[in-house]
């Protein structure tokens, strides 16, 4: 194995990310998702055959093209700007002052260094300056940015970002724990373990505001 090969291995196992943004190229969409469709099924039905599948057999004749549109229109669907979910914000009208806390956001993304799925939950917090957002669009921002090859620590760091900018303020704090079946399913195969990642910024770097949040996020909602 050459050493270009050794590092990249090296930095897919340990979880490394080169970038605060996803490496996506200039021209990623210059052909459209149908066209994506038809390139990826190829490249499936190559790749199921190297492995010695009989895709003649009903059971996974249709697995090239069933991998290749979820790819496109599920997994990877947060990579195309197109799909970018609208945020509209309105006056915080009822002078609401205190943290507003969206827990338990159910969060499926794809671990980008072997494309397995990370599952788990992410929690988002903001305390609002004069504007408020819907509650399902801080959803839909969770969605929006897990659904591409991505690692956890940017992944927070993107939700953040993105509240922060639709909000127009850096009061945003975002915390996620999610398992990882990269390390779930192989390599160490610790079925138990999982990753917690935050980012915190504005009033959440306050030692008072965090720990606030952290209490919040334990309460039991079970309904």
Same mark, same amino acid.
């Given at each position: 194995?050459?050493?270009?090969?050794? =590092? $990249? #291995?090296?930095?897919?196992? $340990?979880?490394?990310?080169?970038? /605060? @943004?996803?490496?996506?190229?200039? #021209?990623?969409?210059?052909?459209?998702?149908? @066209?994506? +469709?038809?390139?990826?099924?190829?490249?499936?039905?190559?790749?199921?055959?190297?492995? %010695? !599948?009989?895709?003649?057999?009903?059971?996974?004749?249709?697995?090239? $093209?069933?991998? /290749?549109?979820?790819?496109?229109?599920?997994?990877? %669907?947060?990579?195309?700007?197109?799909?970018?979910?609208?945020?509209?914000?309105?006056?915080? &009208? =009822?002078?609401?002052?205190?943290?507003?806390?969206?827990?338990?956001?159910?969060? =499926?993304?794809?671990?980008?260094?072997?494309?397995?799925? +990370?599952?788990?939950?992410?929690?988002?917090?903001?305390?609002? &300056? %004069?504007?408020?957002?819907?509650?399902?669009?801080? &959803?839909?921002?969770?969605?929006?940015? /897990?659904?591409?090859? @991505?690692?956890?620590?940017?992944?927070?760091?993107?939700?953040? @970002?993105? !509240?922060?900018?639709?909000?127009?303020? #850096?009061?945003?704090?975002?915390? +996620?724990?999610?398992?990882?079946?990269?390390? &779930?399913?192989?390599?160490?195969?610790?079925?138990?373990?999982?990753?917690?990642?935050?980012?915190?910024?504005?009033?959440?770097?306050?030692? $008072?505001?965090?720990?606030?949040?952290? #209490?919040?996020?334990?309460?039991?909602?079970?309904?």
């Amino acid at each position: 194995m050459s050493i270009t090969s050794d =590092y $990249n #291995d090296e930095i897919g196992e $340990n979880h490394i990310a080169t970038s /605060a @943004q996803n490496p996506v190229r200039k #021209d990623a969409f210059d052909i459209s998702d149908e @066209q994506k +469709i038809e390139l990826i099924k190829k490249d499936v039905e190559s790749i199921l055959q190297t492995l %010695g !599948m009989d895709l003649e057999d009903d059971s996974i004749k249709g697995t090239p $093209n069933r991998v /290749a549109k979820m790819f496109v229109k599920e997994l990877f %669907g947060g990579l195309n700007p197109t799909k970018k979910p609208s945020s509209s914000t309105f006056d915080n &009208n =009822y002078k609401y002052g205190e943290m507003l806390v969206e827990k338990n956001i159910t969060l =499926y993304s794809t671990c980008e260094h072997h494309l397995l799925p +990370i599952i788990g939950r992410a929690h988002v917090a903001y305390i609002s &300056n %004069g504007k408020v957002i819907g509650l399902s669009k801080m &959803n839909r921002i969770v969605e929006y940015f /897990a659904k591409r090859p @991505q690692v956890q620590e940017r992944l927070t760091m993107q939700i953040v @970002q993105e !509240m922060q900018k639709v909000l127009g303020t #850096d009061d945003v704090a975002c915390i +996620i724990d999610a398992k990882h079946l990269c390390v &779930n399913s192989r390599g160490i195969k610790d079925i138990e373990s999982s990753t917690v990642t935050s980012e915190f910024g504005g009033k959440f770097k306050d030692e $008072n505001t965090k720990r606030e949040f952290l #209490d919040y996020i334990k309460f039991d909602t079970k309904f």
